[in-house]
């Protein structure tokens, strides 16, 4: 079939007659992370059709003036420039240099008349900050890495930012998590554009799992943007970190900031880019996940020491968050990491102190379970979108993995390799 005015992927639009939607654009900037940007060249970029799998045809393009220094002071020279956007089908912006700097306007117009005639543009990491400087997220759904989801979401307020999810599939507006999730992003769309027996057997030769569950919870910090570093209401943001064994609810917080309710939420929204109920249930989780993993308390104990009124609320969003209830996780958290002697009772893995003043950079989601959303099931502290990070190969005892992304699987144990452990985290909702 001809490629000429065929709809571009999942948009019902239509793709410009000198458009191909066989054509991958990958735009590179000087600046960029060598990783993220091998990633599209890598997964578009190799013949692989003796593995089955369809071949692209890529355009490495240049965002700005060449030659183009990457980290670690590499200088690469594109082939094309900006003006061979116009022939691709799918444009793909690996990362963008720096969150605090403004993309060049040209490559931004270049994007958004790539969109216009029904491109699928694509951004890897903090890519999603140049496809948001170009207008393209306004009124969508994107994500980003979780460290810099806060400032994404302060800087872009119309963007819905959503740091749980490894990537987001807007139709014809993409946007993943950091690093490898960019290889998952780009495994959906060689699903999405040829189907999973292609993207299972390129997932094989890169030698990664098809699909992985979850999202990015697993790696969020109780780390605070740099932008609320001066602000009043850190303060306020502090002392709920310090004060999590107390029971306290956000009118709580709201007093000690001398605010509103409604202007508190605003004014917390605005500077982490997260509903502050939403952050004051994941701080709890994680609290409760750190105790899990540090000490002896009971998980009665642990629901106390976390400000939950119960276990049962502690049990319900732990498990709507991380995917298992709490004594499952320290049993598989424990059997993946032996100890060598019991814990210390009570012993907790890092203070509020701490982690306010260890802030390095523009860092942290502040462990947002997302900044916007439905919210989910309600338990006795609020509601919390549901999500669950993905569980990560591991070493066992014997030094053997004890993970088989391509185990075989049956659907009577819920969808788990015969004999596989539940891993801390692990979820059975699909990504892609």
Wanted: charged share 20%.
């Amino acid at each position: 079939m001809s490629q000429d005015a065929t709809a571009a992927p999942e948009t019902g639009r239509k793709l410009s007659a000198r458009r191909r939607r066989e054509i991958v654009a990958v735009l590179l900037f000087s600046g960029g992370p060598i990783f993220e940007s091998s990633i599209p060249l890598s997964v578009f970029g190799i013949d692989r059709q003796d593995a089955g799998v369809p071949r692209y045809r890529l355009l490495v393009c240049a965002g700005e003036d060449s030659p183009l220094r990457t980290t670690g002071g590499l200088e690469l020279s594109a082939p094309y420039g900006l003006e061979a956007l116009a022939r691709a089908g799918t444009v793909v912006v690996p990362a963008w240099r720096s969150i605090t700097q403004p993309p060049p306007s040209a490559a931004l117009d270049a994007l958004r008349r790539a969109h216009e005639e029904g491109a699928r543009i694509v951004g890897l990491c903090t890519g999603a900050f140049v496809l948001a400087a170009a207008g393209l997220l306004d009124g969508r759904p994107a994500t980003t890495h979780w460290m810099y989801a806060p400032t994404l979401a302060k800087r872009y307020p119309s963007v819905h930012v959503d740091p749980r999810e490894l990537f987001v599939d807007d139709g014809d507006v993409l946007t993943s998590a950091g690093t490898a999730a960019g290889i998952d992003l780009c495994l959906h769309v060689v699903r999405t554009d040829h189907g999973a027996d292609a993207a299972n057997a390129l997932a094989r030769r890169l030698v990664v799992p098809p699909r992985r569950n979850g999202g990015q919870e697993r790696y969020l910090d109780r780390s605070l943007p740099e932008e609320i570093g001066a602000d009043p209401l850190a303060e306020v943001v502090a002392w709920a970190l310090e004060h999590l064994h107390e029971q306290f609810d956000v009118e709580i917080l709201a007093a000690r900031a001398y605010m509103s309710r409604r202007t508190f939420d605003r004014r917390f929204r605005s500077l982490t880019g997260s509903a502050p109920l939403q952050w004051l249930i994941t701080q709890r989780v994680l609290q409760a996940q750190r105790l899990l993993e540090t000490s002896d308390y009971s998980v009665d104990e642990v629901a106390g020491r976390c400000g939950f009124r119960s276990p049962v609320a502690l049990r319900g969003h732990f498990r709507r968050q991380l995917g298992s209830s709490p004594a499952a996780y320290r049993a598989a958290y424990r059997a993946r990491r032996p100890q060598t002697g019991p814990p210390e009772r009570g012993e907790r893995a890092t203070t509020a102190a701490a982690a306010i003043t260890a802030v390095g950079g523009v860092s942290g989601a502040m462990g947002l379970p997302g900044s916007v959303g439905p919210a989910g099931s309600a338990g006795p502290a609020g509601s919390v979108t549901p999500a669950g990070p993905t569980g990560a190969k591991s070493l066992g005892e014997a030094g053997r993995p004890d993970t088989d992304p391509y185990a075989p699987r049956s659907p009577d144990q819920g969808g788990r390799a015969p004999g596989r452990p539940v891993l801390p985290g692990q979820r059975e909702r699909p990504v892609g």
